[in-house]
């Protein structure tokens, strides 16, 4: 029996990565009406950021988090200014491309420039975890759970609670009205872009101590969170965690019950079954429109 809560525990710190990533697709689709398929390549990026700040030069953990943070906020705003702003008046179809060939950039840039051998980082704290009631709970996954417990209620807090956050809000809902009032909606989009480069950046450190950091793990994550986000129901912010915490979950005890090697497709079978049933979600609303 304690074979359960050690299962649920460990799909829960999955699932909290792919809610955070998936929470990075929710923020630029209603900023931009656009799928930025380089959200998965933001956590890649940060993963060997790290590797380089902490391990090759040797800095402390806390000041290679911060750097690396900084890198991404930067990456952000660079992938705003180069791939979506100048196609910002096209449809959506050539900036979702650009996103694509720019993902396909980052992942053999950092491959050039680093190789392909997989590295590895460690983890925060020198403990392993704690041994409670039958089940262990591992450092990493607690700091996981914690790190995107606290993101939640700050992004609740900031959209809810301060001028800026609903500035963002009114630019999702409406850009040409937005601008009337007198809200910068360029800066609005950079802003958005750069926290999602920097949420997304914070899911690849978390979840890089547990995985290899490779050139291959961003797309695997921004697979399992574009899931996330469609289980959950695609544009809601509840959604997208929501979404991703179940995934990690399912993923788990279907690893665990069923096969470790079709865990992945186990994942998107309850994709499928979503798209086929419920295609807006569980959070999604029906949209109708005229023939």
Do not use: C
Request: charged share 10%.
């Amino acid at each position: 029996m304690d074979l359960v809560p050690q299962l649920l525990f460990t799909g829960i710190g999955i699932g909290a990565v792919y809610a955070l990533v998936a929470l990075g697709f929710v923020l630029i689709f209603r900023a931009t009406n656009v799928v930025n398929f380089a959200q998965g390549e933001f956590s890649m990026v940060a993963a060997f950021l790290m590797v380089v700040f902490a391990v090759d030069l040797g800095w402390p953990y806390w000041l290679s988090f911060l750097a690396a943070l900084g890198g991404m906020a930067v990456l952000g705003a660079l992938f705003n200014l180069g791939v979506y702003y100048p196609l910002r008046h096209r449809s959506y179809l050539p900036v979702i491309i650009s996103t694509i060939g720019a993902s396909i950039l980052l992942a053999n840039t950092t491959l050039a420039l680093y190789g392909p051998q997989p590295q590895v980082l460690p983890g925060w704290f020198e403990t392993q975890g704690i041994l409670a009631g039958g089940v262990f709970f591992d450092s990493q996954y607690l700091l996981i759970i914690g790190v995107t417990a606290v993101l939640v209620a700050f992004q609740y807090w900031f959209f809810e609670h301060t001028l800026v956050g609903k500035k963002l809000q009114a630019t999702s809902q409406d850009k040409e009205m937005a601008s009337l009032l007198g809200i910068p909606v360029a800066g609005m989009i950079m802003l958005t872009f750069v926290y999602s480069a920097v949420l997304g950046g914070i899911a690849g450190i978390l979840v890089a101590p547990v995985l290899f950091v490779s050139i291959g793990m961003g797309s695997t994550i921004a697979l399992k969170a574009f899931a996330a986000t469609i289980i959950g129901g695609f544009g809601d912010v509840t959604g997208a965690i929501v979404g991703g915490l179940a995934l990690g979950v399912i993923e788990t005890f279907g690893a665990a019950y069923i096969s470790v090697p079709y865990k992945d497709a186990l994942g998107f079978l309850v994709l499928v079954v979503f798209l086929v049933v419920r295609p807006q979600g569980l959070f999604g609303e029906r949209v109708a429109e005229k023939a």
